[in-house]
């Protein structure tokens, strides 16, 4: 890393460029968080549609390898079928843009002890339509600012910083074995 020069200097060069940098940095973040904002409507879709899915199989997940196969072409809220497209964030480089913790695969909903702070989907580097989320380092923190979007098993989400996505998909993959080890 660059040490940083003196601060007179550096503040020389802010005083010039300072309106000029806010304004770009206020329109870079505006279109980084209508970005996030974009993926968390996404995902919100994609995990009423897991609840409904849950909902018909006694409270179970599907299997975390296929969570998205089914639920695509499922219609969680009226006339807004889900399709594959669904499954891409817009500031992805790899194929699709999210992932369900390998140790929800399968979990019953109603036995998880903390579903407001498991993780139920989140934005992941991933070449699957159904991406398994198994490393917290693959969530990725360059899409939309450093912040990316969750959903937890309580439904509920929205754009959080990278680093604590990443614990809490390191907290939700202690779950283990179908998501369920600290309910007994
Ligand atoms: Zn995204």
Redesign the pocket.
């Known amino acids: 890393m660059m040490r940083v020069r003196p601060f007179l200097i550096a503040a020389g060069v802010l005083v010039g460029g300072y309106a000029a940098l806010s304004f770009l940095g206020a329109i870079l973040l505006n279109r980084d968080l209508n ?2 904002s ?2 968390e409507v996404r995902l919100g879709r994609l995990s009423l549609a897991l609840m409904h899915y849950a909902s018909d199989h006694d409270g179970n997940l599907p299997a975390a390898s296929a969570w998205a196969s089914a639920i695509v072409g499922t219609e969680p809220s009226l006339h807004q079928v889900i399709s594959e497209a669904d499954f891409k ?4 480089r790899s194929a699709y ?1 999210y992932a369900m913790p390998a140790s929800l695969g399968g979990a019953s909903l109603y036995d998880l002890k903390h579903p407001e702070s498991t993780v139920l989907l989140v ?1 992941y580097e991933t070449g699957s339509m159904n991406g398994v989320a198994t490393d917290p380092g693959a969530i990725p923190r360059g ?2 600012g450093g912040r ?2 969750v959903v937890y098993a309580d439904g509920h989400g929205g754009g959080i910083n990278y680093i604590a996505a990443r614990e809490e998909l390191a907290d939700t993959l202690k779950l283990g074995h179908a998501g369920n080890a600290t309910s007994r």
């Open positions: 970005q996030v974009a993926c964030c817009p500031q992805a843009g934005e899409r939309h990316v979007a």
